[in-house]
């Protein structure tokens, strides 16, 4: 298997919280960009939703409302995993 290699430039802040970042994790920069390009093939693009302009977000009137959309929102879920 031939093997190629994949670089960019960054700001240093940038990735410097990067490389901390991927400390936590228990990897490297280079695994987590391994990871991203495998994952990105895997979907055909992107692995999460990219957008050019962010969603509409609206708050809830009432602390009841927020409770209701909750609990219908989990009740969903357990639903789907039956």
């Not at 693009?45 to 959309?69: H, I, K, L, Q, S």
Request: charged fraction near 25%; glycine fraction near 4%.
């Amino acid at each position: 298997m031939a093997l190629k290699q994949a670089a960019t430039r960054i700001d240093a802040e940038q990735y410097e919280l990067f490389k901390a970042t991927t400390r936590q994790l228990g990897t490297t920069p280079s695994d987590a960009i391994r990871m991203f390009i495998y994952s990105f093939n895997d979907c055909g693009g992107f692995p999460y939703e990219v957008r050019t302009t962010r969603p509409v977000v609206e708050a809830f009137e009432t602390e009841r409302d927020a409770t209701r959309f909750a609990t219908a929102l989990s009740l969903g879920v357990l639903d789907e995993a039956r």
